[in-house]
C-alpha cells in the first residue's frame, strides 16, 4: 500500500498507456509527469520539480491463450490452438 501512496504523491497527472504491436509482439507505451522536490543550491531551498516519464513493457507471451479477453483478440496477436 506505501507504494501507491507515494506513485499518488509523484505522478502529477494521469499516466496514458498505449497498446502497440509490433512482430506479433504485444507491448504498453506510457507516459506522465512526476512532480518531486529538489535542493536549489544557489537558494538554499527546496524547489519543485517537474519531469516527463516515459517507457515501454513488453508482455511475456506472443500468443493469446488461456486469457478471456472480452473486446477480442488485439489486432496482430494469435489465439493459441487450444483456445479455438
Request: charged share 25%.
Amino acid at each position: 500500500m506505501a507504494g501507491r501512496q507515494i506513485l499518488r504523491r509523484l505522478l502529477s497527472k494521469p499516466v496514458t498507456v498505449t497498446p502497440r504491436v509490433e512482430d506479433g509482439r504485444l507491448y504498453f507505451d506510457f507516459a506522465g509527469e512526476e512532480t518531486y522536490a529538489s535542493f536549489d543550491t544557489v537558494a538554499g531551498t527546496m524547489r519543485p520539480t517537474t519531469q516527463q516519464v516515459t517507457g515501454r513493457i513488453a508482455r511475456g507471451r506472443t500468443a493469446v491463450s488461456d486469457v478471456m479477453c472480452p473486446r477480442g483478440v488485439p489486432q496482430g496477436l494469435t489465439r493459441s490452438p487450444s483456445t479455438r
